[in-house]
């Protein structure tokens, strides 16, 4: 069964440092998607991204975020200079509700960033 | 403002029970629910989902209740299982303007006694 995939699995930086974490969407699924969770909290909307652009984001998603699909296959977040409170689980999502008929999405495993 | 909270932060219950989550929404132009089930390091797996024109939905051991009226979400588990301790979130979603984001509830956490 085809699954969304991340990595890395952990990412430890410094603050101020930026990070890129990356993600394989399923194939032929078109919207893609950011959440993240707070240890403890529950997961919240970073962004969604359709036809190589931005569809909507939340105000987490600050200046400091960038989304981006370099190729036909990655789908990429970048934290420019990363901050304590930026230290969270980050989910990749994807879905294709033509193809699927519900606007079910797809979750991958996530990758947890620490910034010290 | 738009929000989706759960009443029972946790839930234990004895192998073979039935389980039953619930959920709180208050966004009335909500018209998608979705279950999702999380294990510890791992990511959301789905579960089930519901439309709002309906106000039940059955899946292999679990079922979804849509109350539209008291805008309130159900998940029930039958026979639970060891494999279904989790946390469990529900998440709604409304397609207005092409608005895809998941809005999510703080989740239950499920403990399955053997």
């Known amino acids: 069964e085809p699954e969304v995939t991340q990595t890395p699995s952990h990412q430890v930086t410094q603050m101020g440092q930026e990070v890129i974490l990356r993600c394989v969407p399923i194939?032929?699924?078109?919207?893609f998607y950011w959440y993240r969770q707070i240890l403890g909290q529950k997961v919240e909307f970073l962004v969604s991204f359709y036809n190589n652009e931005i569809s909507e984001k939340s105000e987490i998603f600050d200046d400091q975020f960038s989304v981006e699909r370099p190729d036909g296959s990655n789908f990429t977040l970048k934290i420019r200079s990363t901050k304590l409170e930026d230290s969270a689980m980050y989910f990749c999502?994807?879905?294709?509700?033509?193809?699927?008929?519900?606007?079910?999405?797809?979750f991958g495993p996530g990758t947890r960033l620490t910034v010290l | 403002g738009e929000s989706v909270g759960l009443h029972l932060p946790t839930l234990s219950v004895q192998e073979g029970d039935n389980s039953i989550i619930n959920c709180a929404y208050s966004?009335?132009?909500?018209?998608?629910f979705i279950w999702y089930k999380q294990e510890s390091g791992k990511g959301p797996q789905f579960i089930i989902d519901i439309r709002s024109n309906m106000d039940k939905r059955q899946g292999q051991r679990v079922t979804v209740l849509l109350n539209k009226t008291v805008k309130h979400l159900s998940l029930q588990i039958a026979a639970t299982q060891p494999g279904d301790s989790a946390v469990y979130f529900c998440a709604e979603n409304n397609d207005a303007g092409n608005n895809r984001k998941l809005i999510w509830g703080l989740g239950t956490s499920l403990a399955v006694n053997p």
């Open positions: 966004n009335s132009a909500s018209d998608y």
């Open positions: 999502a994807s879905n294709d509700p033509r193809v699927s008929s519900t606007d079910t999405q797809y």
């Open positions: 194939s032929n699924h078109l919207y």
